[in-house]
């Protein structure tokens, strides 16, 4: 019997909690799809200001699946208005919280039917474009195949992709042997030179600090803040936390994860002298880095993200956790730190039958892409 997929508007909120909850744990799901993030998405950017509906996929009455479904109208090239619907999201100014491994919550086992269902029941929707951000490769593969399954009806585009870096010590029991298998021998003395440099220059021992109550959490998150706001400024940009709503978004998630262990702040600090602050989701064994904040000083020899970073891992390898992940980016340090490589991918998701809505839109930005291709020879 097919999957029974059912797109509508929302549930009652503490209804849907419990209904996603006992789906979670029987799912290879990401912190950004449990409900660590999907609870204070809905609460404090979803329901308020967005046009929600709710992905409800069933068999015989057993869950299967959930998702979110946002839609906009959007107005391109000044020209095309477009409908536009994201999954678990709203990457659209502050509306953007910045999810990574995004997908549907499956019950293990299913993802393939309950993708294919999924892009079957979209058919009955009104949109132009759906648009799969952020996607793990698992997830991204089963929307291609769902999409060629059905290429009567879909076409699909690669938007974007986006490398995401881990330092990946599951092979390895002892702290000395993870740190020969992630770094060179030189860019481990690198990183223990600056160690004493900090404690030549403020005295004592660089320590980590775990906050330790929700209070200091969301202390933690404030001055990682200061840090992160100071250093973007620096270099003439705003940075993360110039978007209220994601830092509304934010201490929401820590204010309702902290006591789960999920959200986990961290200052790394010696003497008196704070290096760094880091902002953490840990969710099955596996370690994602939100957000960061380091005091960057003159002298090239104090490394405060490398240092934060590192110590970091060496705390987190003492409990036990094996997988630090860094995230989108390919800044040095995450390549530096990282032994182990995944993509993400955006999709866009078009019917076929809308292939000449399209038209002009498309060979507009191949003209406009060519003519940049010529001024830059």
């Keep these: 019997m097919a999957l029974q997929v059912e ?9 849907l909690k419990a209904l996603w909850q006992s789906l979670e744990q029987q799912a290879n799901a990401s912190p950004f799809i449990s409900w660590h993030w999907i609870g204070p998405w809905l609460e404090q950017i979803a329901l308020p200001h967005l046009n929600t509906s709710l992905v409800k996929i069933t068999d015989n009455h057993q869950l299967i699946a959930l ?6 109208t959007l107005t391109r090239r000044m020209f095309f208005k477009r409908t536009i619907v994201y999954l678990n999201e709203l990457p659209i100014s502050h509306n953007n919280m910045v999810i990574e491994y995004n997908g549907l919550l499956v019950l293990k086992g299913h993802e393939a ?3 294919s269902a999924f892009l079957n029941a979209l058919d009955a ?4 474009e759906v648009h799969f951000n952020a996607l793990p490769e698992t997830s991204s593969g089963w929307v291609k195949a769902s999409v060629n399954e059905q290429s009567d009806i879909y076409t699909y585009q690669q938007d974007a992709v986006h490398q995401i870096c881990t330092a990946d010590f599951t092979a390895q029991t002892q702290w000395q042997d993870a740190q ?3 770094l060179s021998k030189n860019k481990r003395g690198q990183i223990n030179r600056s160690i ?5 220059k403020y005295g004592g021992k660089i320590i980590c600090t775990a906050a330790t109550s929700n209070d200091q959490a969301l202390a933690y998150f404030t001055e990682l803040e200061a840090l992160h706001t100071s250093y973007w ?3 003439g940009a705003p940075g993360a936390f110039a978007n209220k709503q994601w830092v509304a ?5 820590i204010e309702n994860s902290f006591d789960a262990g999920i959200a986990q702040l961290y200052c790394i600090s010696v003497g008196e002298h704070a290096i760094g602050y880091l902002y953490n989701l840990s969710y099955k064994g596996v370690v994602y880095n939100i957000q960061s904040g380091f005091c960057y000083e003159s002298d090239n020899k104090l490394k405060p993200g490398y240092v934060s970073h590192w110590l970091i891992m060496a705390e987190y390898f003492s409990l036990n956790v094996r997988q630090y992940n860094f995230l989108a980016g390919t800044t040095h340090y995450k390549q530096s730190l990282s032994n182990k490589v995944e993509w993400m991918e955006n999709l866009v998701v078009r019917r076929r039958c809308d292939k000449y809505k399209f038209w002009l839109e498309d060979t507009l930005v191949l003209g406009v892409r060519y003519l940049r291709r010529l001024t830059q020879r």
């Design 7 to 15: 797109i509508a508007g929302l549930q009652e909120l503490q209804t």
């Design 67 to 72: 998702g979110l479904l946002h839609s906009t």
């Design 113 to 115: 039917q309950a993708w």
């Design 125 to 128: 929707q009104q949109w132009d």
């Design 180 to 182: 020969q298998a992630l």
């Design 196 to 200: 004493r440099a900090y404690e030549a």
């Design 233 to 235: 400024a620096g270099k």
């Design 249 to 253: 978004f934010n201490k929401k998630l």
